[in-house]
């Protein structure tokens, strides 16, 4: 089957509250409705239902797993990824899931949910909101820790903070992680890893996809109307000038013992799906580069010319100072 034929086939598959996604898509357009960050919690929504189903099937005390959800792609997840598997105790990417959108696709469960009542009526009468999605989340995370093992803590990562708001309810003693990242660099490295393709993205539309995903992660921050002390906000640019000490927080935040981690190795940890280092005839790849001592991702964005700057004031440079990378906008 050649690509167009797939891509014909996926879109004739496509729901119809789906097609919005696709021709937003082929306008350039984000795909992403605002929706998906800020889901619309259901009227007579049980959450204590849908924990005791969580419990029942993964175990009343079971291993917590970490999800590492980034405020867009080339955010830095897979770096911090990386970081935690130099910890005894780690199993990173079960299965090779090296993307891991169980929460993101939340709402398509949902919709199957909606399909099975739709069947017969009465149904809605006794199902509670989400629960397809806590039978679907907590059997798969329970077969996944069956096959690494109950000794190792598993890590998934996701270049996204969809439905973020429902996480807690699948997902009640799981460790969610939030990475930040300086959006211009996002911005900037974007351009360059998503360059190609008949359909590109522009650069406002970026913009405002990384202040609209700013947003939501903030409120869980320290003080933020979200905090939560299994929810740990964390900068990309901390663990770049300071990966020791930033890895060991968190690793007492998650409760991982430190003296199971291998500090040493952090010195020659490969560089991996960098847009800088890639070649043009290369593009850019997750393959590990040679560790790299001058490598530095911060403050690509400084060449940008003035038109461009001004037009990332304009549509996320509120944003940019909320979340601590610019005090003014004077930069």
């Known amino acids: ?3 167009v034929e797939s891509r014909v086939d996926r879109f004739l598959a496509t729901r119809v509250g789906e097609l919005g996604i696709y021709f937003r898509k082929m306008l350039g357009l984000s795909r992403i409705p605002w929706s998906k960050y800020d ?26 797993s970490i999800f590492i959800h ?8 897979n770096y911090l990824a990386d970081l935690f598997k130099f910890h005894q105790r780690i199993h990173a990417h079960p299965r090779d899931l090296w993307e ?9 469960v949902t919709q199957l949910q909606n399909d099975f009542t739709r069947v017969y009526r009465h149904n809605a009468e006794v199902l509670y909101p989400f629960e397809f999605s806590a039978y679907l989340d907590s059997a ?19 270049p996204f903070v ?19 990242r300086d959006g211009r660099d996002v911005v900037s490295s974007s ?26 992660i903030l409120n869980y921050d320290v003080d933020g109307p979200n905090q939560h002390s299994r929810t740990i906000v964390v900068r990309f640019e901390d663990f770049i000038k300071n990966p020791c000490e930033r890895i060991r927080e ?47 991702p911060i403050g690509r964005w400084s060449g940008w010319p003035e038109r461009r700057k001004r037009k990332f004031k304009r549509i996320a440079g509120e944003m940019l100072i909320n979340a601590g990378y610019e005090t003014s906008d004077i930069w």
């Open 39 to 64: 889901t619309r919690m259901p009227q007579g929504l049980d959450v204590e239902a849908i924990s005791n189903i969580v419990y029942t099937i993964r175990g009343e005390n079971y291993k917590p």
């Open 140 to 158: 798969y995370m329970k077969c996944l820790q069956s096959k690494v093992g109950s000794n190792k803590t598993m890590v998934f990562k996701f």
């Open 191 to 216: 351009m360059k890893t998503f360059s190609k393709g008949i359909i590109k993205r522009n650069f406002s539309d970026y913009c405002a996809e990384w202040s609209r995903a700013t947003e939501t």
């Open 1 to 3: 089957m050649s690509r």
């Open 70 to 77: 980034g405020v867009l792609p080339r955010s830095g997840t």
């Open 100 to 108: 891991f959108p169980l929460l993101s696709v939340t709402d398509r």
């Open 162 to 180: 969809h439905h973020a708001n429902i996480f807690r309810i699948l997902f009640p003693e799981d460790y969610q992680i939030l990475l930040l």
């Open 250 to 296: 968190l690793l007492d935040r998650v409760g991982l013992d430190c003296s199971m981690y291998n500090f040493s190795g952090l010195a020659n940890m490969p560089v991996r799906g960098s847009s800088e280092l890639a070649t043009r005839s290369e593009g850019v790849h997750w393959q590990p580069y040679k560790s790299q001592n001058e490598f530095n």
